[in-house]
C-alpha cells in the first residue's frame, strides 16, 4: 500500500558504572538514567485529497525499559519501565 509507511526501532544498552572515585563500591552498578531497552514503533497513512492536499493520520508507541535515578541503583530510587502511546 503505497499511503502507508511503518517504522520500527530497537535498542539496547549494557551501561554500567566501570569506575567512581568517590564511591568505588558503586562499580559494576547500572548507570543511572539509562534504560537497558528502548523500542519504537509507529505508522502513517496519508490520503489525498482534492487540490494537492493531503489527510495524514499517524500512531506512535514508545517502550522505555526501567531506570535507577542513582549510582547506588536503590529499590527506592528506580523507576518501571513505561509505555507511551
Known sequence: VDQLTL????GYT???ISEYRSNPQFVGNDAPYVPDVTAS????????LASGLSLVTSA????????????ANSPRAQRDALDLF
Open 14 to 16: 549494557d551501561a554500567e
Open 7 to 10: 517504522r520500527a526501532a530497537l
Open 41 to 48: 514503533l509507529d505508522g502513517e497513512w496519508v490520503a489525498p
Open 60 to 71: 506512535r508507541w514508545d517502550h522505555v525499559g526501567g531506570i535507577s535515578f542513582d549510582a
